[in-house]
């Protein structure tokens, strides 16, 4: 089995500038996803598809094959994911290596580790299209507990009667939320087939902490005090 361990870092981020390589946990941010992919036993190559020499040039002094650029139209804001992977299989099959599953992976997700990589790629078992990182939802953010506005007066979200188990923590499903995601594994004709997840896609869990997923520079910060907390320890 070729797996390819794709990392997507495009040079444009608004809400954080220069996002990709800004500090964090005492390395650049993009350190980490590279270092859990070059730690994992499961990837067989690891490549950055990235539209930025400057990313380019440290995912290669970070020991990952960074052997493209990739085009203007798929590092723009409303470009798909997709679409990133397909150009990158595309382009390692034009070179004659050919991918039987890719893992995407972040660098938004720093304190997802070799081990999350491996863990989740172990669950693809024959007869599933993908493996996807999720976390579990807080009970205060089920949909139950959601309330809207509407003419400056709170309104319950989901509305009509209710089981009043569904108002307690203890009598609400558990429920699921891709965290960033950190991992998905997903097989390359699933992804030619324009989805990450396939018809049949299984769940590996996380916990709240290593879903930590950077958007907003509090989430930054929070990653840093967490990842040095991590170091600490170690």
Not at 126 to 142: I, L, Q, R, T
Request: hydrophobic share 40%; charged share 20%; with cysteine.
């Amino acid at each position: 089995m070729n797996v390819l361990g794709l990392i997507t870092a495009r040079g444009g981020s608004k809400g954080i500038p220069g996002k990709n390589l800004a500090p964090c946990g005492g390395k650049p941010l993009l350190a980490w996803t590279c270092e859990a992919a070059k730690g994992s036993t499961a990837i067989t190559r690891t490549v950055i598809s990235t539209d930025d020499e400057g990313i380019a040039a440290a995912a290669r002094s970070m020991g990952v094959e960074a052997p493209f650029l990739r085009p203007a139209q798929l590092a723009s804001d409303t470009a798909k994911s997709i679409d990133v992977a397909i150009h990158a299989l595309d382009w390692l099959a034009a070179q004659g290596w050919q991918t039987d599953v890719l893992v995407l992976l972040q660098p938004t997700s720093p304190l997802r580790v070799a081990r999350h990589i491996d863990e989740a790629y172990a669950l693809l078992a024959p007869g599933a299209d993908a493996v996807v990182s999720v976390v579990e939802v807080p009970h205060h953010f089920k949909p139950w507990s959601q309330l809207t506005l509407e003419g400056g007066v709170l309104s319950e979200y989901i509305k009509g009667d209710l089981p009043f188990e569904r108002y307690r923590r203890q009598g609400q499903p558990t429920l699921y939320a891709r965290n960033g995601p950190a991992v998905i594994a997903t097989r390359a004709e699933v992804i030619r087939g324009g989805s990450f997840y396939g018809e049949r896609c299984l769940p590996y869990v996380m916990t709240a902490e290593d879903s930590v997923d950077i958007d907003e520079p509090a989430d930054l910060e929070h990653a840093d005090w967490l990842l040095r907390k991590r170091q600490d320890k170690a």
